[in-house]
């Protein structure tokens, strides 16, 4: 068994959506520095294409930013489209692009509820529905193509912040793994989710050495994630090494949720 070979991912081509910031960019960099050749989208032009340029001058690969609004149909099937006229196939699909709403309870807002859905959980089905053809493409029985949604610990665990709108589409995201991996796993494209913790990013701020105090000592692991972890479990589901795993959810949140 060659043990490289089980866990490279190099040569294949993947799309990290809002891969610009946060753990988007930590899994971007991640496959980049692994030998794939990535795309990252972000509704910023300028934006995504200086983060494309960083993680390109940081790994040496191939890095292509791209603007994109996937929170409309349009957007994804622009998206799609311009992938499509670079690529005949697609081996990596990270849904990671999402946004998050927090107010109390009674004054909730029926926007900012919409807005949560439509990008955290509409949009990652229709951007995998969008893209089948070039995954199918990309796949074989050997080699499937892989789907990654981004979830979060907050379905498996309920926090202090009232993000009702963030906590339901995640939880629905990490059902939808499943019903799209059945479904799928016959075109040999397997759909698992990652489940993050606490990761400093624009959506998980840490503002003060106290509430980092705080925060780590939730944590079992006693320590926020650092950018290798979420990079690697994406890594590994999208390797060879994880092509019998199809319809989890992977935890990479140092235990907070036990």
Known sequence: MDVQDLFSIRGRVALVTGGSSGIGRHIALGLAAAGAKVYICARTEAKVKAAAERIAGETGASVTGLAADLSTLSGIEALVAEIGAREGALHILVNNAGTIVDAPIDDYPEEGWDQVIDLNLKAPFFTTQKFLPLLRAGATPERPAAVINIGSVGALKVGPR?????????????????????????????????????????????????????????????????????????????????????????????????
Not at 214 to 238: C, F, H, K, N
């Open 162 to 258: 009232e993000v009702y709108a963030y906590q339901a589409s995640k939880g629905a995201i990490h059902w939808l793994v499943k019903s799209l991996a059945k479904r799928l796993a016959p075109d040999n494209v397997t759909v698992n989710a990652i489940a993050p913790g606490f990761f400093e990013s624009e959506m998980t701020v840490i503002t003060s050495d106290e509430m980092r105090q705080m925060i780590v000592s939730m944590v079992p692991r006693r320590r926020v994630g650092a950018p290798e972890d979420v990079a690697g479990a994406a890594i590994y589901l999208a390797s060879r090494a994880g092509s019998y795993v199809t319809g989890s959810v992977l935890p990479v949140e140092g235990g907070l949720a036990i």
